[in-house]
């Protein structure tokens, strides 16, 4: 095996510079908050609520532009069969941010000052409720971690041919290792670095690609049958629905991952994390310009002429690496390793925040409010330290081990689109809906997404959804060519849609049958009709504002002194009374009467 040396050197040289920006940004804000009395745990998490525009637009529109996106979006309008109709992710995720932070979500999260995105559900729906939505959420940031540590390995052995294994393992412990030293101020400065490195990286590549004598007119070809069909694609009449249920997954499943709302909550009001999120979908958009053109390229390519051999990348399935491959064989060399360490740095920028929004979701959500509510901060700080090196371990393992990472991240973000996102609907804007509701749309949604199918996973489906056929597709693993059952029908999008109603409705006929008497109120098992209003309940901790009390009736009963820790945990002070403010300080001061009767 031939080790190429620059190689080696460049992306020696952009990991290094990641990982120094990593730990300045964490030694340049270690005291941050600690003037203000904000908890290191809540630091590590949002940042202290005060990622400026600058940063704060970098950070978010790395959210999204990562080694997958420039990638995969290459890929589709490389691919023939597909072409520039199918890369639905710029324009899917860019519409995401502006749905999700312009017109709905962005600023009742962050105005209530929710730490993340399962504080909401917890808050209505209980602690359990709040268990069962983290799986989900937490199976997503993994696997999506697992699956652009796979296309690293792949990308870094096409180029500089050296061992996948060794590549993975090296990127994953420098963005665990940053991540587990600085949080998200950390995973933000990077951002900056990392967003530059692939702007500049595939802009420089893309002038000597597209001169290439091999490359022909990328505007004839977008047209007209070159070397393959145009590459600008079309969407069969029997795929519109298919077409249409994928850019919905991109532009409405885009939104409920802790790795957006963790940007959104970070910033130091509504109305900036509205601003950051229309930003970014701007950036989301530019980020993609390099990548159409270099997939446009593959398509205008004749390969015979090149290094790379007269066989097409696509015939040797090898689609999945276009970019790779157009900065290997259509540039000079040290263009071709500059672009190759931008795309290193796309890969860790999209890591390290699945890998932290998974552990601050574990620590806060699961750990501190549903087990340790007494934990103390220096606690909660080294759960997230622990759980950060334990996802990020479990998802380098995964992408070592499973040859199926990719379809098990097709199946649990799908599982986000149909089963957290009509919940985060629900909790935010409908009013009445309660835990017997979010159990029954948790199931529906997952009984109808699984009973579809999920050929990557070789995962039959016990559903079929109306114009639903078979086709002979090459196994990814074996290379076998088998039948493979396929839903021509939007059915992720009623997957969802049935949550949403299901959720709607189990909820008001459980408040219906409690309230009207025709079932007992002691069946209220999950104290979400009758028992979430009466006195006791009310006398435990509360996580919103006297105002509006909601209590997060499945908590166990905690000390006075206690409650106003977590109230604030879910309230921005500075917006309540100031009489309330007063007495809820008077209560917990440690010289009230009720702490001297203790």
């Given at each position: 095996m031939?080790?190429h040396v620059?190689?080696?050197?460049?992306i020696?040289?952009?990991?290094?510079l990641?990982?120094?920006?990593?730990?300045?940004?964490?030694?340049?804000?270690?005291h941050?908050?600690e003037?203000e009395?904000?908890?290191?745990?809540?630091?590590?998490m949002?940042g202290?609520?005060?990622?400026?525009?600058?940063?704060?637009?970098?950070?978010?529109?790395?959210?999204w532009?990562g080694?997958?996106?420039?990638?995969?979006?290459?890929?589709?309008?490389?691919?023939?069969?597909?072409g520039l109709a199918?890369?639905?992710a710029?324009f899917?995720?860019?519409?995401?941010?502006v749905v999700?932070?312009?017109f709905?979500?962005a600023?009742p999260?962050?105005?209530?000052?929710?730490?993340?995105m399962?504080?909401?559900?917890q808050?209505l729906?209980?602690?359990?409720?709040?268990?069962?939505l983290?799986?989900?959420?937490?199976?997503?940031?993994?696997?999506?971690?697992?699956?652009?540590?796979s296309?690293?390995?792949?990308?870094?052995?096409?180029?500089?041919d050296?061992?996948?294994?060794?590549?993975?393992?090296?990127?994953?412990?420098?963005?665990?290792?940053?991540t587990?030293?600085?949080?998200?101020?950390?995973?933000?400065?990077?951002?900056?670095?990392?967003?530059f490195?692939?702007?500049?990286?595939?802009w420089?590549s893309?002038?000597?690609?597209?001169?290439?004598?091999a490359?022909s007119?990328?505007m004839?070809?977008?047209?007209?049958?070159?070397y393959?069909?145009?590459?600008?694609?079309?969407v069969d009449?029997?795929?519109?629905w298919?077409?249409?249920?994928?850019f919905?997954?991109?532009?409405?499943?885009?939104?409920?991952?802790q790795?957006?709302?963790?940007?959104?909550?970070?910033?130091?009001?509504?109305t900036y994390?509205?601003v950051?999120?229309f930003?970014a979908?701007f950036?989301?958009?530019i980020m993609?310009?390099?990548s159409?053109?270099?997939?446009?390229i593959?398509?205008?390519t004749?390969?015979n002429?090149?290094t790379?051999?007269?066989?097409?990348?696509?015939?040797?399935e090898?689609?999945?690496?276009?970019?790779?491959?157009?900065l290997?064989?259509?540039?000079?060399?040290?263009v071709?390793?500059?672009?190759?360490?931008a795309?290193?740095?796309a890969?860790?920028?999209?890591?390290?925040?699945?890998?932290?929004?998974?552990?601050?979701m574990f620590?806060?959500?699961?750990?501190q409010?549903?087990?340790?509510q007494s934990?103390?901060?220096?606690?909660?700080?080294?759960?997230?330290r622990v759980t950060?090196?334990?996802?990020?371990?479990?998802?380098?393992?995964?992408?070592?081990?499973?040859?199926?990472?990719?379809?098990?991240?097709?199946?649990?973000?799908?599982?986000v689109?149909?089963?957290?996102f009509?919940?985060?609907l629900?909790?935010?804007f409908?009013?009445g809906t309660?835990?017997y509701?979010?159990?029954?749309?948790?199931?529906?949604?997952?009984?109808?997404?699984?009973?579809?199918g999920e050929?990557?996973?070789?995962?039959p489906?016990?559903?079929?959804?109306?114009?639903?056929t078979?086709?002979?597709r090459?196994?990814h693993?074996t290379?076998?060519?088998?039948?493979?059952?396929v839903?021509?029908?939007?059915?992720?999008?009623v997957?969802m849609?049935?949550?949403f109603?299901?959720n709607?409705?189990?909820?008001y006929?459980?408040?219906?049958?409690?309230?009207?008497?025709?079932?007992?109120?002691?069946?209220?098992f999950?104290?979400?009709v009758?028992?979430?209003?009466?006195?006791?309940?009310?006398?435990k901790t509360t996580?919103?504002t006297?105002g509006?009390?909601i209590?997060?009736s499945e908590m166990?009963p905690?000390k006075?002194?206690?409650?106003?820790?977590?109230?604030?945990?879910?309230t921005?002070r500075?917006?309540?009374?100031?009489?309330?403010?007063?007495?809820?300080e008077e209560e917990?001061?440690?010289?009230?009467?009720?702490?001297?009767?203790?």
């Open positions: 031939t080790i620059e190689g080696l050197v460049a020696a040289v952009f990991y290094l990641i990982l120094f920006v990593g730990i300045w940004a964490a030694w340049k804000n270690k941050t908050g003037a009395g904000t908890d290191r745990s809540e630091t590590i949002v202290g609520r005060d990622i400026g525009l600058f940063v704060g637009g970098f950070t978010m529109t790395a959210t532009v080694g997958g996106y420039i990638n995969g979006t290459a890929e589709n309008v490389y691919l023939p069969d597909y199918w890369a639905q710029p899917g995720y860019a519409l995401s941010l999700g932070g312009d709905f979500f600023k999260m962050r105005s209530r000052g929710y730490v993340t399962l504080d909401p559900f808050q729906y209980g602690k359990r409720m709040g268990g069962l983290f799986i989900p959420a937490l199976m997503g940031e993994i696997f999506w971690s697992a699956a652009i540590l296309a690293l390995g792949a990308t870094l052995s096409v180029i500089v050296i061992n996948i294994k060794m590549s993975v393992v090296i990127s994953a412990l420098i963005a665990i290792f940053y587990l030293v600085g949080g998200l101020y950390s995973v933000a400065y990077t951002d900056v670095v990392q967003l490195c692939i702007f500049v990286g595939l420089i893309v002038p000597f690609a597209l001169t290439n004598p490359v007119d990328i004839v070809t977008a047209v007209k049958h070159v393959q069909s145009p590459w600008r694609g079309s009449k029997s795929d519109t298919v077409w249409i249920d994928n919905c997954l991109l532009m409405l499943g885009g939104i409920p991952w790795v957006y709302f963790q940007r959104v909550l970070s910033a130091s009001s509504a994390a509205q950051l999120s930003i979908a950036g989301c958009l993609a310009v390099p159409v053109l270099i997939g446009a593959g398509a205008s004749d390969w002429q090149t790379y051999g007269a066989i097409p990348p696509k015939e040797k090898e689609a999945d690496m276009i970019l790779p491959i157009v290997q064989h259509l540039c000079p060399p040290f071709s390793f500059f672009g190759l360490g795309v290193s740095a890969v860790m920028s999209s890591a390290d925040s699945s890998i932290l929004s998974a552990s601050s620590a806060r959500n699961i750990y409010l549903a087990f340790r934990a103390s901060d220096r606690e909660i700080v080294w759960v997230m950060i090196f334990v996802f990020g371990g479990l998802a380098t393992l995964m992408a070592l081990v499973t040859g199926t990472v990719y379809g098990l991240w097709y199946l649990s973000s799908d599982l689109y149909v089963i957290i009509p919940q985060l629900s909790v935010l409908v009013k309660n835990t509701g979010s159990v029954a749309a948790y199931f529906f949604g997952m009984v109808l997404r699984v009973g579809g050929p990557y996973l070789h995962l489906p016990f559903i079929y959804y109306p114009g639903w078979t086709e002979q090459k196994d693993i290379g076998q060519m088998e039948d493979v059952v839903q021509k029908f939007p059915f992720k999008t997957s849609l049935a949550s109603l299901g709607v409705a189990f909820s006929l459980a408040k219906y049958l409690f309230e009207s008497g025709k079932l007992s109120h002691k069946y209220d999950l104290d979400a009758v028992s979430k209003h009466s006195g006791e309940i009310m006398d996580l919103v006297r509006n009390n209590a997060l166990a905690v006075p002194r206690l409650s106003v820790t977590l109230a604030a945990a879910f921005r500075d917006t309540l009374p100031t009489d309330t403010v007063d007495e809820e917990s001061s440690p010289d009230s009467s009720h702490h001297d009767e203790e």
